[in-house]
C-alpha cells in the first residue's frame, strides 16, 4: 500500500514517514502543494496525508485539483485546532477524514487503516481466502490459526496479492505499492522480495505463480 504524505513541518512529516514505513507502507513524503498536486497527478496512492497550511499551493487546492481529476483516493487531511473553517472546507471538498494537530501518531494509523479499507471497497480488516487470512489492522497474516513470520515488506507483498486474488499482479504495480520514491525499487528487488515469500508459503502448499509477461497471482488451494 502506497502513501503520500504532504506536509511542511519536517519533524511531523518525519517521524509519520518512519513510523508508516516500519508499519510495512510505502510512503512517499514532499513539504510543498505544487510537489503535492505533481505527485498525485502523476502516481498511483492508495491514500493521502495532506496537511492543508502547505507553502505555494494550499492543502484545499492539492484537494480541490485532484477530485477535479476524478481520483477517489481516500485523503485524510491533517488541521490546526483553530482552523475549523478550512476543516469544512476540507470535507466539502471531499476529504475523508481529518485530523487536528498534534495529534497522536498510533490514531492517525489506526484510522490511516480504516481509510485504506474503505479505498479497498471493504469495511472488513480481515482478507480471506481458503485457510490464509490477512488482518490488515494487526498488520498479521495466519494459516489458520498459525501466525506466517513474515517481513512487513513480504506482509506488504501479500497484502497487494490477496486484494487482488484470482488477477494477475504487473511486476509494476507490485513496485509502485510497496516502494516509496527514496527507496531501492528495482525488478531485481522485487524477485528477492517474491523468492522469499513464496518459500515461506510453499511449506501451505500456497504458491505465486509467475504469468509470463503479465506478472503474479496468487495461488491458494480451496483446502490450504
Ligand atoms: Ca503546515
Redesign the pocket.
Known amino acids: 500500500m502506497r502513501i503520500l504524505i504532504a506536509?511542511?513541518?519536517a519533524v511531523l512529516a518525519d517521524g509519520l514517514t518512519r513510523s508508516l514505513r516500519r508499519a510495512g507502507y510505502a510512503a512517499d513524503c514532499v513539504g510543498n502543494g505544487e510537489q503535492a498536486d505533481m505527485a498525485l497527478s502523476s502516481e498511483n496512492y492508495d491514500v493521502v496525508i495532506l496537511?492543508l497550511?502547505?507553502p505555494k499551493m494550499d492543502g484545499l487546492e492539492v484537494l480541490r485539483r485532484l477530485r477535479m481529476r476524478k481520483s477517489a483516493v481516500p485523503v485524510m487531511i491533517l488541521t490546526a485546532r483553530d482552523a475549523l473553517d478550512e476543516r469544512v472546507k476540507g470535507l466539502d471538498l471531499g476529504a475523508d477524514d481529518y485530523m487536528i494537530k498534534p495529534f497522536d501518531p498510533p490514531e492517525l494509523e489506526a484510522r490511516i487503516r480504516a481509510l485504506l479499507r474503505r479505498g479497498q471497497g471493504t469495511g472488513l480488516s480481515e482478507l480471506r481466502i481458503g485457510e490464509l487470512s490477512f488482518d490488515s489492522a494487526e498488520r498479521c497474516a495466519r494459516i489458520g490459526k498459525q501466525v506466517l513470520e513474515l517481513s512487513p515488506r513480504e506482509l506488504g507483498l501479500l497484502e497487494v496479492l490477496m486484494r487482488r486474488a484470482g488477477k494477475v499482479v504487473g511486476k509494476e504495480q507490485l513496485l509502485e505499492h510497496l516502494y516509496a520514491w527514496d527507496e531501492e525499487a528495482t525488478s531485481n528487488a522485487i524477485e528477492v522480495l517474491l523468492h522469499r515469500l513464496r518459500r515461506k508459503l510453499d511449506h501451505y502448499g500456497i504458491s505465486i505463480r509467475t504469468v509470463r509477461g503479465l506478472g503474479y497471482m496468487l495461488d491458494v488451494p480451496e483446502d490450504a
Open positions: 506536509e511542511d513541518d496537511d497550511g502547505l
